[in-house]
């Protein structure tokens, strides 16, 4: 995938999953996004040979959360 494939599928998957973090948590946009970009998922998923973008918006919101929360288990650390 070229840089530019992945900067595009980057920018996508972000919009959602920050849209999925908003309805979860009543954050605005900028909070959530805040949030999410400062996140360990975040510095994995914009990682392309991490190749964690594989994962569904769904599971990424999740891992964020769980994140949040301190049970985040990721094999291999995040």
């Not at 605005?28 to 970009?37: H, L």
């Not at 040979?49 to 985040?72: C, I, N, P």
């Amino acid at each position: 995938m070229s840089d530019r494939e992945f900067e595009g599928l980057l920018y996508i998957i972000t919009t959602n999953v920050v849209s999925l973090i908003m309805q979860k948590t009543g954050w605005d946009e900028d909070e959530a996004m805040e949030r999410f970009v400062r996140s360990k998922v975040y510095a994995q998923l914009e990682n392309e040979k991490t190749k964690v973008w594989h994962y569904s918006v769904v599971m990424l919101a999740q891992f964020f959360d769980e994140e949040r929360s301190g049970k985040l288990v990721w094999e291999g650390g995040i």
